[in-house]
């Protein structure tokens, strides 16, 4: 078994599910995947390789970061397409995983004990043993009604395998460990739902597998699918017939063994327990590719609007951020519809997935219709808020969600704008240079001798921009030497494990873009580099309380990114301290950084001044 590094912060500041994507390849071509055609156009060798690697890079920078994944699940693509050595490493590091932070999950609720798939069970069989000696649960996916399968769950040759599936089902019921079976439904699906009851039973009674343990799933409009499949997509079932199936399957099973499977699993994904019911799901549910790339979820992947960053380019905490940003930014550009406004199970649903959103341009949940009617049915369970407490929640699922709209229909008391600062602002002890003073980390970074660079033979101690008054900017020629020399003690500022630490360097240049969802101009990244602590040399200018790095071959390699008469900034920091800044943001009056100001030249000019990070 892989464990992972045993050191650890102390707490951890948040906790997130973690859906890791192996391998996006699939031995399947269903109708209604939502994937398109990256199923088909993966390279199974290359993830094969880098899989492994890949999550446990993952999984430490998370550690690192303090954040906690408390759910790490395998999904597709089909993961059996692996070979299976990278399955048993695999599964080895995550049940490691979750052995170390054993008290730390307990603690929050988690009982994760055994690594989770989602399967086609096209190779179950093989698999069998694999899966049962690291105890791993399984999520069996299948057609209902079983006509259907040979239809719209065939191999990528076109092959109707149903006999096999019906072999792995059996299979599958004998298995020893958790266990259940999903099915995703369209219109065609629904257009015979006694084939549908029937099957249930069929499997429950004659294949041996229990079907309390079971849940549905709606196919839903998306362009991947349709690019991929053409006339071959299937229709999303309709919310009558969304309807109907439930009350055909309340009829059919309420009084039976299948009652509490009906009541309890079959639509939990449409109740508060799932994340299509989420305030803002990109504050929770990540997925994280073999390539490092991480996007909302399955339903977001390969979607660029559903693309938070990649945990190979970019800090964990950016991305989770990033994450939050880019949900919020989809419910924002949908609008907040104004039945949601007005409904009593606003706190409840949250307006539904914003991905579904994003493919049917809808701002109301896909499966509102059916929601209420089952939360109508357990009222205990799924209360209605009282009129005053759904006006409530309206404005602060507003506030927070919709912004611009959170004041709609409230009268101003008069046109004049105002800004609202607090009363003790302007008190001595609320400047930054009193908070300083008073803090010795910040004392340690804020120090003009923190970072030095040299530049030729030119020595140029970096002092925070926000306590300079005017700017310098500098020539470089190519062959010019840059080196960057820093303190020692700066690597042990705010960092409880310096030799994770690591020096963190971002150039940008004053190419104006807008990002997130804020809109805002800010100047263009070109690039971030970081170098860990114990890779810096000691420097031979400063003595032995400095460390140095050259930085002429890394400005060189970029070079064609200079352009003519725009200037570029390099930022310079350390990753604990940025990091320290990214979660603080919007409540410290500080950025903990210095900069230089550089004018670089390879076949043409480009000037560099001093302006606030973006």
Same mark, same amino acid.
């Given at each position: 078994?892989?464990?992972?590094?045993?050191?650890?912060?102390?707490?951890?500041?948040?906790?997130?599910?973690?859906?890791?994507?192996?391998?996006?390849?699939?031995?399947?071509?269903?109708? *209604?995947? #939502?994937? &398109?055609?990256?199923?088909?156009?993966?390279?199974?060798?290359?993830?094969?390789?880098?899989?492994?690697?890949?999550?446990?890079?993952?999984?430490?920078?998370?550690?690192?970061?303090?954040?906690?994944?408390?759910?790490?699940?395998?999904?597709?693509?089909?993961?059996?397409?692996?070979?299976?050595?990278?399955?048993?490493?695999?599964?080895?590091?995550?049940?490691?995983h979750y052995l170390t932070h054993f008290d730390?999950?307990?603690?929050?609720?988690?009982?994760?004990?055994?690594?989770?798939?989602?399967?086609? @069970?096209?190779?179950?069989?093989?698999?069998?043993?694999?899966?049962? /000696?690291?105890?791993?649960?399984?999520?069996?996916?299948?057609?209902?009604?079983?006509?259907?399968?040979?239809?719209?769950?065939?191999?990528? &040759?076109?092959?109707?395998?149903? $006999?096999?599936?019906?072999?792995?089902?059996?299979?599958?019921?004998?298995?020893?460990?958790?266990?259940?079976?999903?099915?995703?439904?369209?219109?065609?699906?629904?257009?015979?739902?006694?084939?549908?009851?029937?099957?249930?039973?069929?499997?429950?009674?004659?294949?041996?597998?229990?079907?309390?343990?079971?849940?549905?799933?709606?196919?839903?409009?998306?362009?991947?699918?349709?690019?991929? +499949?053409?006339?071959?997509?299937?229709?999303?079932?309709?919310?009558?017939?969304?309807?109907?199936?439930?009350?055909?399957?309340?009829?059919?099973?309420? %009084?039976?063994?299948?009652?509490?499977?009906?009541?309890?699993?079959?639509?939990?994904?449409?109740?508060?327990?799932?994340?299509?019911?989420?305030?803002?799901?990109?504050?929770?549910? *990540?997925?994280?590719?073999?390539? %490092?790339?991480? #996007?909302?979820?399955?339903?977001?992947?390969?979607?660029?609007?559903?693309?938070?960053?990649?945990?190979?380019?970019?800090?964990?905490?950016?991305?989770?951020?990033?994450?939050?940003? +880019?949900? /919020?930014?989809?419910?924002?550009?949908?609008?907040?519809?104004?039945?949601?406004?007005?409904?009593?199970?606003?706190?409840?649903?949250?307006?539904?997935?914003?991905?579904?959103?994003?493919?049917?341009?809808?701002?109301?949940?896909?499966?509102?219709? @059916? =929601?209420?009617?089952?939360?109508?049915?357990? !009222?205990?369970?799924?209360?209605?808020?009282? !009129?005053a407490e759904q006006r409530d929640y309206a404005?602060?699922?507003?506030?927070?969600?919709?912004?611009?709209?959170?004041?709609?229909?409230?009268?101003? $008391?008069?046109?004049?704008?105002?800004?609202?600062?607090?009363?003790?602002?302007?008190?001595?002890?609320?400047?930054?240079?009193?908070?300083?003073?008073?803090?010795?980390?910040?004392?340690?970074?804020?120090?003009?001798?923190?970072?030095?660079?040299?530049?030729?033979?030119?020595q140029l101690p970096l002092s925070s921009q926000?306590?300079? =008054?005017?700017?310098? =900017?500098?020539?470089?020629?190519?062959?010019?030497?840059?080196?960057?020399?820093?303190?020692?003690?700066?690597?042990?500022?705010?960092?409880?494990?310096?030799?994770?630490?690591?020096? #963190?360097?971002?150039?940008?240049?004053?190419? !104006?873009?807008? #990002?997130?969802?804020?809109?805002?101009?800010?100047?263009?990244?070109?690039?971030?580099?970081?170098?860990?602590?114990?890779?810096?040399?000691?420097?031979?200018?400063?003595?032995?309380?400095?460390?140095?790095?050259?930085?002429?071959?890394?400005?060189?390699?970029?070079? /064609?990114?200079?352009?003519? &008469?725009?200037?570029?900034?390099?930022?310079?920091?350390?990753?604990?301290?940025?990091?320290?800044?990214?979660?603080?943001?919007?409540?410290?009056?500080?950025?903990?950084?210095?900069? !230089?100001?550089?004018?670089?030249?390879?076949?043409?000019?480009?000037?560099?001044?001093?302006?606030? @990070?973006?």
């Open positions: 078994m892989n464990a992972p590094t045993p050191a650890e912060p102390a707490t951890f500041a948040r906790s997130i599910h973690l859906l890791y994507v192996p391998t996006l390849c699939c031995n399947l071509s269903c109708s *209604y995947c #939502y994937l &398109g055609k990256q199923t088909t156009e993966a390279a199974l060798k290359l993830d094969a390789q880098r899989a492994v690697h890949t999550l446990r890079h993952t999984l430490d920078a998370l550690r690192q970061a303090g954040v906690l994944a408390f759910n790490v699940s395998l999904h597709g693509g089909e993961v059996t397409t692996l070979p299976a050595p990278v399955l048993d490493e695999l599964f080895g590091m995550i049940r490691g730390e999950l307990n603690a929050l609720g988690h009982k994760k004990s055994a690594p989770h798939i989602k399967t086609n @069970l096209f190779k179950f069989a093989p698999f069998y043993e694999l899966f049962d /000696r690291h105890k791993v649960s399984i999520s069996a996916s299948i057609d209902l009604p079983l006509k259907l399968h040979a239809r719209h769950r065939t191999t990528r &040759g076109g092959t109707d395998w149903l $006999p096999r599936t019906l072999e792995n089902i059996r299979l599958l019921a004998r298995y020893p460990h958790a266990k259940k079976i999903s099915a995703t439904l369209s219109a065609e699906h629904l257009s015979d739902v006694q084939a549908l009851v029937d099957d249930i039973w069929f499997i429950h009674r004659e294949l041996g597998f229990d079907m309390n343990q079971f849940n549905l799933m709606f196919a839903f409009g998306s362009e991947l699918n349709r690019a991929a +499949k053409g006339e071959g997509a299937l229709a999303p079932a309709t919310p009558a017939q969304q309807q109907a199936l439930y009350q055909a399957l309340t009829t059919a099973f309420t %009084g039976t063994e299948l009652e509490e499977g009906l009541r309890r699993n079959w639509f939990d994904e449409f109740k508060p327990s799932y994340c299509t019911n989420a305030f803002n799901c990109g504050e929770r549910f *990540y997925l994280l590719q073999s390539d %490092g790339s991480v #996007y909302s979820c399955v339903r977001g992947q390969g979607i660029e609007a559903f693309r938070y960053g990649n945990v190979f380019e970019d800090p964990i905490l950016d991305i989770l951020d990033n994450g939050a940003r +880019k949900i /919020r930014l989809i419910h924002q550009q949908h609008g907040f519809d104004g039945a949601c406004q007005r409904c009593s199970h606003l706190s409840t649903c949250h307006t539904g997935c914003p991905v579904v959103k994003y493919q049917n341009q809808n701002g109301r949940s896909y499966t509102c219709d @059916l =929601q209420k009617t089952i939360y109508a049915d357990n !009222p205990r369970s799924f209360p209605a808020d009282r !009129p404005a602060r699922y507003a506030h927070a969600m919709h912004p611009s709209l959170a004041f709609v229909g409230t009268p101003e $008391p008069d046109t004049i704008k105002r800004l609202m600062l607090p009363g003790d602002l302007g008190e001595d002890k609320n400047t930054l240079q009193a908070m300083i003073d008073a803090d010795a980390t910040l004392q340690s970074l804020f120090s003009d001798r923190a970072f030095i660079l040299e530049l030729a033979d030119e926000l306590f300079k =008054q005017r700017r310098t =900017q500098h020539t470089l020629v190519p062959g010019d030497p840059v080196m960057l020399h820093l303190r020692r003690d700066v690597l042990q500022a705010h960092c409880t494990e310096p030799i994770r630490n690591t020096l #963190y360097l971002q150039l940008l240049r004053d190419t !104006p873009v807008v #990002y997130g969802d804020e809109q805002r101009t800010k100047q263009e990244h070109i690039f971030t580099y970081q170098l860990y602590a114990n890779c810096l040399q000691p420097s031979l200018r400063y003595g032995a309380d400095y460390l140095q790095v050259d930085l002429s071959d890394l400005l060189a390699l970029h070079h /064609r990114h200079f352009q003519r &008469g725009v200037p570029n900034n390099l930022f310079v920091t350390t990753s604990s301290c940025a990091s320290t800044i990214t979660r603080s943001r919007r409540t410290t009056p500080s950025t903990m950084c210095k900069r !230089p100001t550089c004018r670089f030249r390879t076949s043409s000019f480009t000037t560099c001044h001093e302006e606030v @990070l973006p």
